[in-house]
Structures are given as structure tokens and as C-alpha cells.
């Protein structure tokens, strides 16, 4: 996206394919085909290429390649860790009682529908655990909510796609271990895989979900880790590929493909971080000194380097967007206005902050292949948009 | 004209999809924006998701720019709230005038001029006319059958200046002829019907205001005050309505009156319905008001006929050439100098 009149600041919504992703992929795209559950060469062919992508994600993930499980997807993932473990506790208790999920209240909706559908079909009993005004998870609640009574499944985010706040999971597996050992930790880490080490941040959770277009892979693939010992039932049955946890024909190019592109982020990740937290200081400053009423929504020092969010006074983003689009700023307000009649994010009605700020809110999101240019054009355009939505 | 910037309002239909075609074979600059304006469940009407994925196919294929603003906070606020409300009242609100008032309009234009755009377009079959003072007013669409100037009779010349509505020049048949001939997906379309927040199946009217307010029985009684029965709920009956009031009705027995607050329904013959006059109160003008003794024709609900009438203290009071049906409280009642819209205002008690 490197060009002189458009910058693309939406990499929290999807990322370009970086060249090493796209070279895989191209190999599975032409001569090389296969059913990786075949026997004959082409199959072994194309098995042996996702057995190897297994063991680069698993690497990546703090996972044995056992424990991976490919997937259509982050949602899918997300809804396999919470479904399909929750499917198989109610199997194994057979007294069919009613499951308690905590998770934060600023969960991305693959979470927060996935839990909310199994509420209506009466499976569960869902409870929230707030966060602080920057978007942090409230341990203290956390330990309370654990302490109350029992408690089957926790799904915490890595990283907040809307704010950026990267969230304690360590801290989370701890109290879940210590107060409700009995619990299933469910880790999104669709956010967080681009940004930290999710082979040590993951350590201790059991089921962890990727999305490979969130870090320079393609979009529609993605990898649930379902820990040894964790116990899972299948939402799609059929062939019983991925033994047995998600039937159906792997998509060898998209995955391998997610692995070209995982490895390529975590060998460049020291470098690309240092280049992309530069870019984003001098964005959020920039956009701070010369928009009047323009506030950083959460401090640095809690976030990924990736996410710029800042409420706009007097603006709404709606409207903003489209200015921003005009003049070649591809942008995004978070996750709000995508359905219905709500206006406000949840996740920043959860962090408490006042709807009046919360329409005006802007999120700007780099990656790898940000560049000094594109922050340019965004510190002209954003500043000019605003004043002319003002006017 | 030509090359002016223009949003269109695109709901999905077949009109405000030839309005698109035919502004951009004019030469404007066009767009299209669908509004979000219900979150909540429904099958018919203007906001549907399969209704926003019409509009936005129709824009790929005429490849103008697709826009959609979530108004539902504003429809919230103007519409289905005081629709609720109305009913609660024994009221008979129009909604679709409600919407044009305060969203389709008033929000979307203030939205259109933040982007830049010199002027909104709709599909509504009206006709913007020049005024003899200057300026454009609004007169009913060359298709009579369709004409939806009632919906749109609130507008002031301020705001008809920027919209256009260029289907109120054809008729239906030929804007369905166009969209065939353009190959439009939504060329065949049926037109949308009832009140686009509440959805026909799982009850209607009755399960949507009763999930809101509580609904109510009352005695049903006739003229001299005999009790004929009860009906469990009073706030979904009005005046002129001959069915499902609950109660087996002759041939001939209408609703005639509706008293939310005394709980009782009024059951009368034809006669009883008629009336020599209706008041009128939240007026407003398209540009001048209309003469006190002036003769107008005036339309008293959405498909209903113009009847002749005499204006009376600043339209406070129309007064019929000959009695007519009772104009139901909360109604839209629009006044027309021929064709031309004079403006309209909401029928009151009394």
C-alpha cells in the first residue's frame, strides 16, 4: 500500500499478504494440488506441506503440532473453543447442568455471540468481567466471579482489536488455576498473534485461537491449539480430518501460507515493531497537537505498537470515515455500526467512556509495511476532515 | 443541470434505483447511501440486510460509490418511540411521515452537505415543481396510483431546493421498464408495504407494541351507550376500522370513537363516522400557508382520496365541503392547491 496518495491504517481489519505468504501459497496453486488424506504421491505431497506448516504455527504458538487444529478462519476457531469444549463437558457430566463462561466484557463478537447463542439455546450461564478505563481486564473481579461458584470455560482476548490493550493472560491462567482448576481457559489471540509472543503469553491457557490475515497471511484460514488433555468436540463432522476435532478438506495454500507469513512476523518482529512504535507515536501525537478535542482513548504503555485510537470530539465517525476515504486515508471506527441500531462499541461503553466521545472514534492501525509517507498523508487529512465536519 | 454532486437515498428498491440510473444519465456526480435504521426484527420495508444488499449490488452495477449510515439512533428517537407512544394515547401515527420528517431528510441532508454533496435524491413519486415566487415546491407524481407527496408534504422549500426525486416523473410501469432495460436486480421488486419496523409475521402490530407498552381491554359499546362487549386491547384499535375490534359487527358498525384512557370503544353506524370538520395542530408550510377560506383538496391518510375543503383559522380547522370520514387523531392530514402540495399538518381530538 505504498503510495503517494492512499495509506492503508486498517491492519487490525485485514492485512496486505506479505510476498513470503504469497510465494507458498502460488506453489499450491498451479502444478502442486493433492488431498492431504490421500495415499498417493500428490497427497503425500500436499501432506507433508501442511505437516510441516503444523509444526511452524505450533512452534509459534507454544503448541506440539498435535495440538493444532486448522481452521476456516478466527471465528470458527473461536467458536470451536467455546462450543466444542463446553459440548464435551455437558457430554462427559451427563447431568446436562447448566455451564457458567466468564469472559471480559470487551471480547470480540466471536466470542460475545458464540456465548451469547449458547445462553438462548439455555447451555450456559454467562457472566462478564469489566475492565478498567483502558481497556484492562479487572483481575480483582476475575477472582471474585472464580471464587462464587463453579466456573466451566474463561475466554479472555490477547489483544483488544478495537483499543489495543493487551491483556494479563498470564495473570488469568493463574487465577483460574488457583480458584477454578477445573476450568477451561479460552485465549483469543486473533489480535495478539501479529504483535506478542503467544508461545509465551499462551503459556498455561488451553485452547488459543489465530487468524492468519491479521498477520500477512490470507484471509478464511486459522488455528485453534487445543491443548493435550483438553477435550473438544467437533462442530463440523464428516472425514474426520485434523483428527477428528474439524472434518473437511484442508485448504493446503491458505495453509501454508499462514505459516510462511507467521514465521516471517516473528523473525522480523523485534524490527518491525521498533519501525511501526515510531510511525504510531508520531501519528498519535501529530493527530493529538493539531485536531482541538482529539484525545489518545488509551495510554501507550498498554497497547500493541500497532493501534492508534483516539476519540474525536464534536464528530461522528460515520461520517468521518467517508471524508477520510476521499482523501485516500483507509481507516476504520472500531467494530461499531457494523448491524443494528447501536451506535456505541461496546468495548468503549465498557471502558466507561462517554458516548459523546465514543461516536467520534477513530481507529488507525499500521503494520510492517507502514510508511513515514502514509502518516503524512493521514496528519493532513484527519485534521482537515475534522475541521470541515466542524464547519 | 449536470455534474452536481448527489447523494441518492438507495433503499433496495426498484424507484430510488431508476433515480440513481437516471441522475447519473443526466450527468451528475452520483452516489448511493442506504440508511440502517432498525436493528430489530422485521420482513418488510426499507431496512432489512436483504434490502442493503440490493441497494449495494444496484450500485455496483450502476459503479457509483455505496455508502451506509446508521441512522437507528435518530429512528429510534423520531419514529418508533413516538409511534409507540401515539398508540399508547389512542393516537393513529403515520411513521413513514416521521421518518421523512426527521431522518430520510433532515439527517440524511445535513449528512450529504458534511460530505459535499449539493443535493439528496430519493425514489418517492413526487414532483419537485418551480413556484411562481421563486424557488421548487412539491405536486403529486405523474403516476396518481403511486403518488407519495402525502409522505413528503412536511418538506419546506429550504430543504426540497437540494432533493431531487426524478421517478415522481414516470410512472411505475416505466420505471419498471427502465430497470429492465438497465437490467437493475431490483427491477421486478414488489413494492414495499406497512410499516417497515414491524414485521407482518409473529404477530405484527399487535406483538410489536405489546412487547412495549401495555395493552389494555375495553368495553366496546354503541351509540346510546350500551355495553355490545369487551376488546383486550384498545390501543390497536382506530376510527373507521370495521374488523377485530372483537366483537361480531353488522354489516354496518364502525369504530367511532376510541377513548384509551376511559378504556371504551364506540361502535356506530356510517352516519356516525362522518364528520363536517377536522382540527389540525403541528403545521407546516412548503412555503406560504394556505388562505384562511381558501378552497383546497386535502388528503387525510396515506392512499386515501382528496375531499374538498374550506381553510379555516390559519388551517387550525378545515372544514369539509361535505362530511366525510372521521379523521383518526395522529393522522397526517395534507393540504393541495390542485396538485401542488400546500403543506399538512396532524389531526387532533374534537
Redesign the interface.
Known amino acids: 500500500m505504498v503510495s503517494a496518495a492512499t495509506a492503508y491504517l486498517d491492519h487490525a481489519a485485514t492485512t496486505p499478504l506479505r510476498p513470503e505468504a504469497r510465494a507458498a501459497m502460488l506453489e499450491w496453486m498451479g502444478d502442486r494440488f493433492g488431498n492431504p488424506s490421500g495415499s498417493h504421491t500428490p497427497s503425500r505431497a500436499a501432506r507433508q506441506a501442511i505437516d510441516e506448516a503444523r509444526d511452524v504455527v505450533a512452534a509459534a504458538l507454544g503448541a506440539t503440532a498435535r495440538e493444532i487444529v486448522f481452521t476456516g478462519g478466527g471465528t470458527e476457531a473461536l467458536n470451536l473453543a467455546l462450543s466444542g469444549s463446553l459440548g464435551a463437558r455437558e457430554s462427559a457430566s451427563r447431568s446436562g447442568g447448566n455451564l457458567m463462561v466468564l469472559t471480559s466484557a470487551i471480547e470480540h463478537d466471536a466470542v460475545r455471540n458464540a456465548a451469547l447463542a449458547l445462553v438462548r439455546h439455555g447451555r450456559i450461564t454467562h457472566r462478564q468481567i469489566p475492565v478498567s478505563r483502558f481497556g484492562v481486564i479487572d483481575l480483582e473481579v476475575l477472582r471474585t466471579l472464580l471464587m462464587d461458584g463453579p466456573v466451566d470455560l474463561v475466554a479472555v482476548m490477547a489483544v483488544n482489536n478495537e483499543v489495543g490493550t493487551i491483556q494479563p493472560i498470564g495473570e488469568v491462567v493463574a487465577l483460574v488455576r488457583q480458584h477454578a482448576p477445573g476450568a477451561v481457559v479460552v485465549v483469543d489471540a486473533v489480535q495478539g498473534a501479529a504483535w506478542i509472543d503467544m508461545a509465551a503469553a499462551g503459556l498455561g491457557a488451553d485452547l488459543i485461537a489465530v487468524s492468519a490475515h491479521k498477520f500477512g497471511g490470507p484471509q478464511g484460514v486459522g488455528a485453534l491449539v487445543v491443548r493435550e488433555g483438553t477435550s473438544i468436540e467437533a462442530l463440523l463432522h464428516g472425514g474426520g480430518q485434523e483428527r477428528e476435532r474439524r472434518s473437511g478438506t484442508q485448504n493446503v495454500a491458505a495453509i501454508v501460507g499462514m505459516a510462511a507469513a507467521l514465521r516471517t512476523t516473528i523473525d522480523k518482529r523485534a524490527e518491525d515493531m521498533v519501525h511501526i512504535e515510531q510511525l504510531r507515536s508520531r501519528l498519535v501525537d501529530g493527530l493529538v497537537s493539531a485536531i482541538p478535542g482529539c484525545t489518545e482513548t488509551v495510554p501507550r504503555a498498554h497497547k500493541v505498537a500497532g493501534n492508534a485510537h483516539v476519540c474525536i470530539e464534536g464528530v461522528e465517525s460515520e461520517s468521518l470515515l467517508v471524508l477520510l476515504d476521499d482523501g485516500g486515508v483507509y481507516a476504520s471506527a472500531g467494530s461499531a455500526c457494523a448491524s443494528g441500531a447501536i451506535h456505541i462499541s461496546p468495548v468503549l461503553e465498557a471502558m466507561g467512556i462517554a458516548p459523546s466521545l465514543a461516536l467520534g472514534s477513530l481507529r488507525l492501525t499500521l503494520g510492517p509495511a507502514s510508511t513515514d509517507t502514509e502518516v503524512d498523508l493521514a496528519l493532513t487529512v484527519v485534521p482537515a476532515a475534522v475541521a470541515r465536519l466542524r464547519n | 443541470m449536470g455534474m452536481d454532486r448527489i447523494l441518492v437515498a438507495l433503499s433496495g428498491g426498484v424507484d430510488s434505483s431508476v433515480a440513481a440510473a437516471m441522475l447519473l444519465d443526466e450527468g451528475h456526480r452520483v452516489e448511493g447511501a442506504t440508511l440502517?435504521?432498525?436493528?430489530?426484527e422485521s420482513d418488510s420495508g426499507c431496512c432489512s440486510v436483504a434490502d442493503v444488499d440490493d441497494a449495494r449490488r444496484v450500485a455496483q452495477q450502476l459503479g457509483i460509490r455505496h455508502?451506509v449510515?446508521?441512522f437507528?439512533?435518530d429512528?429510534?428517537a423520531h419514529v418508533v418511540d413516538p409511534y409507540v407512544a401515539a398508540h399508547a394515547e389512542g393516537l393513529t401515527p403515520n411513521p413513514c411521515v416521521e421518518c421523512n420528517r426527521h431522518v430520510k431528510f433532515d439527517r440524511l441532508l445535513h449528512?450529504a452537505e458534511?460530505?459535499?454533496f449539493d443535493a439528496i435524491a430519493t425514489g418517492h413519486h413526487v414532483r419537485r415543481v418551480p413556484l411562481v415566487n421563486g424557488g421548487f415546491g412539491l405536486a403529486r407524481a405523474v403516476d396518481r396510483a403511486k403518488d407519495q407527496s402525502y409522505v413528503v408534504h412536511m418538506l419546506g422549500k429550504a430543504v426540497v431546493a437540494r432533493c431531487l426525486f426524478p421517478v415522481g416523473e414516470l410512472t411505475k410501469a416505466e420505471v419498471r421498464q427502465r430497470a429492465t432495460a438497465l437490467g437493475l436486480r431490483t427491477a421486478d421488486k414488489p413494492d414495499s408495504q406497512d410499516v417497515c419496523f414491524i414485521a407482518r409475521t409473529n404477530g405484527g402490530r399487535r406483538t410489536f407494541l405489546g412487547s412495549r407498552i401495555p395493552l389494555r381491554s375495553a368495553t366496546v359499546v354503541d351509540m346510546a351507550g350500551a355495553t355490545l362487549g369487551t376488546t383486550d386491547a384498545v390501543e390497536l384499535i382506530t376510527i373507521g376500522q370495521r374488523r377485530g375490534v372483537g366483537v361480531a359487527m353488522g354489516e354496518r358498525r364502525y369504530v367511532v370513537d376510541v377513548d384509551v384512557p376511559g378504556q371504551r370503544v364506540v361502535l356506530g353506524g356510517i352516519e356516525d363516522l362522518r364528520a363536517d370538520h377536522v382540527l389540525l395542530g403541528q403545521l407546516s408550510w412548503v412555503d406560504a400557508p394556505a388562505h384562511d377560506d381558501e378552497q383546497v383538496l386535502v388528503q387525510c391518510s396515506a392512499h386515501g382520496d382528496p375531499v374538498a375543503a374550506t381553510v379555516r383559522s390559519g388551517a387550525q380547522r378545515l372544514e369539509f365541503n361535505q362530511p366525510t370520514h372521521r379523521v383518526a387523531p395522529g393522522q397526517s392530514v395534507v393540504l393541495y392547491r390542485n396538485d401542488l402540495v400546500l403543506g399538512g399538518g396532524i389531526a387532533q381530538r374534537g
Do not use: I, P
Not at chain 2, 36 to 40: E, F, M, R
Open positions: 440502517k435504521l432498525w436493528g430489530g455508502h449510515f446508521n437507528g439512533a429512528f429510534d449528512r458534511q460530505l459535499g
